[in-house]
T-cell receptor, first 113, second 113 residues
Framework: GAGVSQTPSNKVTEKGKYVELRCDPISGHTALYWYRQSLGQGPEFLIYFQGTGAADDSGLPNDRFFAVRPEGSVSTLKIQRTERGDSAVYLC???????????FGPGTRLTVL | DAKTTQPTSMDCAEGRAANLPCNHSTISGNEYVYWYRQIHSQGPQYIIHGLKNNETNEMASLIITEDRKSSTLILPHATLRDTAVYYCIVRALNTGTASKLTFGTGTRLQVTL
């Protein structure tokens, strides 16, 4: 497709479990971003990649959160030992050097019971 | 990135122009003004951005004051589908396209019949 896609669209898990959230950016976009959004708040930056490397991971809240982008396209956000406070919508975005502006995916709604 | 100040909410009648203000009094010379919007349950959508000149595209117009300390997003003929949260963000681009956006809480625009 032409847009950023994220899977799954919804994920329900239990406290303490491990989850992986996937982002497929627009083909050819070199930069990829992860955000999370709690109810009533604006999106909060987590991490971004330029190519395969994490250029800025200052928004990751703690070491339970990790993200990879091994081939410079698809990215996976990994959350270990999930907590109820991790419940949020996780948004992915990508951008190209030409356009500059970020295009967001629809998000993954994570619910930790 | 510099902070922005926006009204929490605004109403607009359908068919009228919606003028959404934003203050960014601490903006730096290399920072652009970006506008995104987020319709309920969707990812943020890019609208427009500018540095110091006014900009117009198929979605909206962006008016930036001469001192760059404030701007106004104009939706010339608002429709019910424009009901959303609108985010004004300043973003430095001196490092290329891969720089994060820092979202605030935005302005909730309600378009009414």
């Amino acid at each position: 497709g032409a847009g950023v896609s994220q899977t799954p669209s919804n994920k329900v898990t239990e406290k303490g479990k491990y989850v992986e959230l996937r982002c497929d950016p627009i083909s050819g976009h070199t930069a990829l971003y992860w955000y999370r959004q709690s109810l009533g708040q604006g999106p909060e930056f987590l991490i971004y990649f330029q190519g395969t490397g994490a250029a800025d991971d200052s928004g990751l809240p703690n070491d339970r959160f990790f993200a990879v982008r091994p081939e410079g396209s698809v990215s996976t956000l990994k959350i270990q030992r999930t907590e109820r406070g991790d419940s949020a919508v996780y948004l992915c975005a990508s951008s190209s050097r030409l356009a500059g502006h970020m295009i967001f995916g629809p998000g993954t709604r994570l619910t930790v019971l | 990135d510099a902070k922005t100040t926006q009204p929490t909410s605004m109403d607009c009648a359908e068919g009228r122009a919606a003028n959404l203000p934003c203050n960014h009094s601490t903006i730096s010379g290399n920072e652009y003004v970006y506008w995104y919007r987020q319709i309920h349950s969707q990812g943020p959508q890019y609208i427009i951005h500018g540095l110091k000149n006014n900009e117009t595209n198929e979605m909206a117009s962006l008016i930036i004051t001469e001192d760059r300390k404030s701007s106004t997003l104009i939706l010339p003929h608002a429709t019910l589908r424009d009901t959303a949260v609108y985010y004004c963000i300043v973003r430095a681009l001196n490092t290329g396209t891969a720089s994060k956006l820092t979202f605030g809480t935005g302005t909730r625009l309600q378009v009414t019949l």
